[in-house]
């Protein structure tokens, strides 16, 4: 199973990648999806700017991919993530995990968001309501736990 | 490889987020001594280069760097280098 | 915040789902959903009859859904079962957690599917495809085990 | 409340899955006597009744309760029960 990994500008649809990975494909028990979203910090933020690194986001975002499909036994998996302005209440990542049984999806998709977080070479930057360009979103030491439970 | 190659052949450095801003350039391609045979005495090499890279470097412990698009750490050879890049912690997800 | 928990004999559609959990409210910044589709087991099946406990059904999960509010700091969390004929491919469940940050919304949906599978009044007995009505579907340990990990 | 009003109350039984098949109804109401104090006791008097109760009941650990459309166990008392149902674990989700 080759997993589908999209870097893009453009919004994307939940259910129309959930429908990519499940059509026709009966063996399929749970899908489990992570859809994470631009929130307004408080009614501050008028954007969020995603830069990243073109070819290696990509690339490891791919190799995050392998080792949740050498580690679980998924029937699917994608992976979206966006770059560019994001606007509060927007769709900035989705990941979607199908397997037979559910404990395989939850996880993979978990664990797909906790190296997507710590490994994946994207940078956020705060656009204020105000106008101004605010700083870099600095990195925080809970992801970096979230991603060592892993081993 | 030979130190006179690894001295002459040109490297594309790319940098991204605070450590672009801090060096004033996306993109450069650098000839580096050939002591600089790491990520971290190339970036010792860049540091004494101007106040630009000075001040994106100046907790080398927290930029991090990527080599022909892969996560290396400090020690890391840089001899079959193409491309190397220098970044923030990475905030995506 | 109201849990929306519906028992019905109806398909329901995903993304709607998670539209009604995400519009309008910029706080939220992790979705996470869980399908819960039938499976053919190899091909032998042609339905899954969903028998449940009407009444008991939705106090159950309402009850478990609250366990998840005090739990988690929840936006939103929405909990849909089928009951009826369902056929292979076919959605069963669907559990929504919306949440500021991703932790939470995994934990809330994991939960609530771990609850649901030992707790909630629903009872699969397969048809198969030779027209056969077979056996009720046994409970699996590995889903009490999987309900005894939250304590 | 007295033992002559309990054992003259009368509480309405539902039954789901293979319970209900193996019973053959699908709900009843029955006035248990007095003796009948827990939901073990009303079991161990439904199985006095006839075959398919009994066989419904082979193995009480494997059947689940609730009064009231809450979850109770073998030794809760049935005094305020206005609803008793019996099933097998559940296999929803």
Known sequence: ??????????????????????????????????????????????ALELEHYPG???????????????????????????????????????????????????????????????????????????????????????????????? | MSEAMIQTRPLKLVYFAWVRERIGLAEETVTPPAEARTVAELVRWLKSRDEGYAAAFADEAIVRAAIDHTHVKPDASIAEAHEIAFFPPMTGG
Chains 1, 3 share one sequence.
């Open chain 1, 1 to 46: 199973m080759t997993p589908t990994i999209r870097i893009q500008r453009e919004d994307f649809d939940l259910s129309a990648e959930v429908e990519r990975l499940t059509a026709a494909r009966s063996h399929i028990g749970a899908v489990v999806s992570f859809t994470g979203l631009c929130r307004d910090e408080g009614g501050r933020l008028q």
């Open chain 1, 56 to 151: 290696m986001a990509e690339a490891e975002i791919g190799r995050v991919a392998q080792a949740a499909l050498e580690r679980w036994p998924l029937s699917g998996l994608t992976a979206i993530h966006r770059f560019g302005l994001v606007r509060p209440g927007e769709q900035i990542v989705l990941v979607v995990a199908t397997s037979a049984h559910r404990r395989a999806a939850f996880e993979a998709a978990d664990f797909m968001m906790d190296y997507l977080k710590t490994r994946a070479p994207f940078w956020k930057r705060e656009h204020l309501l105000d106008g101004t360009v605010g700083g870099w979103v600095e990195a925080r030491q809970e992801d970096d736990d979230a991603a060592s439970r892993w081993g």
